[in-house]
């Protein structure tokens, strides 16, 4: 619902100053990595469970969730948590610093990058889980893919 309000014309169109655009930006990139870590945990609790054997036609995508699932659930929900530090920033400067507020971090050009960074940082901090498994392939009669994981 956040997503639906913050994005219509009228909301929009009421900012008329660099930090009100800047705290839409930020709050609303906090709700879609909110959005998209419920997404990534329900698809993971649904989609994984717990094999370690999958036939190459009917698995494939539960094999990719299975070993890449946990991945995404975590890289997302660290950026939602960096998000609201770069909400609670920006909004320490507004309340505590507001003479300097225009010129420290007040716009939505340094709002994009901050949400950029949160994003990406998280996605850098969490490569260590997608080295998890290893995905084997095996050439029976039927092509199987094992995860093991490794050592």
């Not at 999958?54 to 660290?78: C, H, W």
């Amino acid at each position: 619902m956040n997503v639906v309000v913050m994005t219509r014309r009228r909301v929009r169109s009421a900012l008329n100053s660099h930090m009100e655009r800047a705290a839409r930006l930020g709050l609303l990139s906090l709700t879609i990595a909110d959005i998209l870590c419920c997404l990534a945990s329900l698809v993971v609790a649904v989609g994984a469970v717990e094999r370690t054997l999958f036939e190459s036609g009917d698995d494939t995508l539960r094999m990719l969730i299975v070993a890449y699932g946990p991945y995404m659930q975590n890289a997302l929900a660290k950026s939602s948590t960096w998000l609201v530090v770069v909400t609670a920033v920006g909004r320490y400067i507004a309340i505590c610093r507001p003479l300097e507020a225009r010129s420290l971090s007040a716009g939505p050009r340094n709002t994009c990058f901050a949400v950029a960074a949160a994003f990406l940082g998280s996605a850098l901090i969490e490569l260590p889980t997608v080295w998890t498994y290893s995905i084997s392939r095996f050439d029976c009669p039927e092509t199987y893919y094992l995860l093991d994981y490794f050592y």
